[in-house]
Nanobody
Framework: QVHLVESGGGLVQAGGSLRLSCATS????????MNWYRHAPGKQRELVAV???????KYAESVQGRFTISRDNAENTVYLQLISLKPEDTAVYYC??????????WGLGTLVTVSS
C-alpha cells in the first residue's frame, strides 16, 4: 500500500514561484514513477510532469521550462517547483504514483491560485 499527501499550494501573484511537495509512505518500493496532474475549473485534467524511478522526466508543453519535478529519496518526497507562474496555472494540483502492479494511487490535491 502507498499513501500520498500533497502540500505547498497557496495564493501567489503572476510571475511568482511556489514549490509543491508530495510525501509518500507505505510500500514505496513498489512505485515505478511519480506524476503531477492539475485540474482547473471548466478544464480537463492535465498531466504536467512525470519522473521515473530512473530519474528521467517529462513535462507538458504548457509548463515546459517553468516547472521542475524532482525527488528527495531520503525524505521519500517528490517536489514540483513552479516559477514564472501565470493565471492559467491556477488549478488543484495532484500527485500520483504508478505502481509496478499497474495500479495508480492518488493524493487529495493542493490548490494553487495565481492572481493577475
Amino acid at each position: 500500500q502507498v499513501h500520498l499527501v500533497e502540500s505547498g499550494g497557496g495564493l501567489v501573484q503572476a510571475g511568482g514561484s511556489l514549490r509543491l511537495s508530495c510525501a509518500t509512505s507505505g510500500n514505496i518500493e513498489s512505485i515505478n514513477a511519480m506524476n503531477w496532474y492539475r485540474h482547473a475549473p471548466g478544464k480537463q485534467r492535465e498531466l504536467v510532469a512525470v519522473i521515473s524511478s530512473g530519474g528521467s522526466t517529462k513535462y507538458a508543453e504548457s509548463v515546459q521550462g517553468r516547472f521542475t519535478i524532482s525527488r528527495d529519496n531520503a525524505e521519500n518526497t517528490v517536489y514540483l517547483q513552479l516559477i514564472s507562474l501565470k493565471p492559467e496555472d491556477t488549478a488543484v494540483y495532484y500527485c500520483s504514483a504508478d505502481l509496478r502492479s499497474g495500479l495508480e494511487v492518488w493524493g487529495l490535491g493542493t490548490l494553487v491560485t495565481v492572481s493577475s
